[in-house]
């Protein structure tokens, strides 16, 4: 009986949007099988982090008021008074942070898989993409409780906007709503946060995604160069997406975990007139950037440090993202690949530059 | 004639294309860049009395929507300066242990004349006037500022 109704929904469906072509490909997605499969799942936890922070974003902007008189107080409102709002804001505080983390683990695997090769090179330049937009989600969330480290950090962080050449200044004095940090700042970040970038990400996902199903899994070059016979595969559905839920599974106790013995504090309230405290430093995922902008002194030749350190990053960012496009080709024989060597060098300087910032 | 007369038609729905994606950008950037907020023209303001600035100390004083650091140096003496940071915007301090004009955000060290001396500012802070009169603090705007 049952069985009938959802037939009858399914043929109904199918004769009008031809459904069978759809199902015919979930059934005959494999994955391939391998030493490296591991980083398979990556990706599909970044998009489960992603769905937690969307699904905790809108509980909390039931509660949050933004405004320089209201932002801080709604979300300690929410902390003390409404109950499992400690736990809602922390798990969406805490989900942002691995999903930043997962989505840097997906990229260098990705990288060092060299999955960025043709057909797939605007895979990763979607990729990348949705990686700078989680960086954008994290910056523009952090002003939101208006305390004393996101006013600093956002102060910092639009003034190095405002330090790009020629566009940056009328850019910043966007971003900001005017030439300070103000409540105007937080009304363009909350809008920001919570319907534009939401918008632009989906978006990019969307096609992401489609890319992904478009030319499947990538596989590794020796494996790829075996005959179908010694290859091994499992079956998209149901087995990769079991052991995808398992993982889910395990990032999401973790996360929960996580939130409750190491809740995420609210601090003190901004104070527009009050000196930058000691041991002021931003988010793990910008402290490379951060680090290096306090090692430049003031002037290296004729350009100011802090221009000459933003200008770097920017070009080895869109280096980076345009990776695909000008691979350095693989020498046969050699140990080390130069793309490998120019990925664990990008790594050590991340590394090194972040441990530096925790520890100088 | 035929190509011609396609070419014009083409470049008329092509101008008239740019005109309206213009029209329509043009309201929409505006409307982004905040409108410039009438600002009092604030010349001075008063910190305070003398007897509440202890010798080797510093504090933050409004003026008018900036920050402005006073210091009373060991000697006695006030100065003041802009406590924003000439490198990327965050409000400087007074270090009482180092004597020196300090930011926390990335390590700048300043002197007492507002110099940078260390760390990454690229620029010395700008200078204000301080006058005392009848006990009174009074922190002036530089003339050559306006």
């Known amino acids: 009986m049952k069985r009938n109704i959802f037939k009858k929904v399914y043929d109904w469906l199918d004769e009008r949007y031809d459904l069978t072509p759809l199902i015919e490909f979930g059934k005959h997605k494999k994955v391939p099988v391998h030493e490296h499969t591991i980083w398979y799942y990556m990706g599909g936890v970044t ?66 898989t060299r999955a960025y ?49 020629i566009v940056g200044p009328i850019i910043m004095k966007v971003l900001r709503g005017g030439s300070d940090v103000t409540g105007a700042t937080i009304y363009r970040f909350y809008a920001i946060h919570i319907t534009l970038l939401p918008a632009i990400f989906m978006l990019v996902l969307a096609l992401h995604l489609v890319f992904v199903q478009k030319h499947g899994m990538s596989e590794p070059e020796h494996l790829a160069n075996l005959p179908e016979s010694k290859k091994k595969y499992i079956p998209f559905f149901p087995n990769f997406l079991l052991r995808d839920l398992i993982l889910w599974l395990i990032v999401f106790d973790i996360l929960v975990f996580l939130a409750v013995y190491y809740p995420w504090e609210l601090g003190l309230k901004a104070d527009p007139f009050a000196p930058a405290p000691a041991g002021i430093r931003p988010e793990w995922y910008f402290m490379f950037m951060f680090q290096t902008l306090k090692l430049l002194p003031g002037h290296v030749l004729f350009i100011e440090g802090e221009v000459l350190g ?51 | 004639m035929e190509v011609n007369r396609r070419k014009f038609t083409n470049f008329l729905i092509g ?102 001396i260390s760390g990454p500012p690229p620029r010395p802070l700008m200078p204000y006037v301080v006058r005392i009169q009848k006990n009174e603090i009074i922190i002036e705007k530089p003339t050559n500022l306006g």
């Open chain 1, 47 to 112: 998009l489960f982090l992603f769905l937690i922070q969307a699904f905790t974003g809108i509980l909390l902007s039931m509660y949050y008021q933004p405004g320089p008189d209201s932002s801080y107080e709604s979300l300690r409102f929410l902390l003390t008074k409404v109950r499992f709002g400690w736990l809602i804001r922390s798990i969406h505080s805490w989900s942002a942070n691995l999903m930043i983390f997962f989505a840097f683990v997906h990229m260098f695997s990705t990288f060092f």
């Open chain 1, 117 to 165: 090769k043709k057909p797939r090179e605007l895979t990763w330049v979607s990729g990348f993409i949705l990686l700078s937009l989680a960086l954008a989600f994290g910056f523009s969330g952090y002003l939101l409780p208006w305390n004393e480290l996101a006013f600093f950090a956002t102060k910092v962080g639009t003034e190095i906007v405002g330090a790009v050449p």
């Open chain 2, 15 to 116: 101008g008239g294309l740019l005109g309206w994606l213009a029209s329509v950008l043009y309201p929409l950037i505006t409307y982004l860049i905040p409108p410039k907020v009438e600002e009092q023209s604030l010349n001075s303001v008063k910190a305070g009395k003398v007897d509440d600035f202890p010798p080797n100390s510093g504090k933050i004083i409004k003026f008018g929507r900036k920050p402005v650091l006073l210091i009373r140096t060991e000697t006695g003496e006030f100065r003041a300066f802009s406590a924003i940071c000439t490198h990327l915007d965050c409000i400087v301090q007074y270090r009482e242990d180092t004597k020196h004009i300090w930011c926390a955000c990335h390590n700048g060290m300043y002197d007492l004349t507002g110099k940078n």
């Open chain 1, 310 to 360: 933003i200008l770097l990053f920017m070009v080895g960012g869109l280096a980076w993202m345009l990776v695909p496009f000008w691979a350095l080709k693989e020498r046969p024989g050699r140990r080390i690949q130069p793309m490998e060597f120019i990925g664990v060098a990008v790594l050590v300087y991340i590394g090194v530059m972040t441990i530096l910032g925790y520890v100088l």
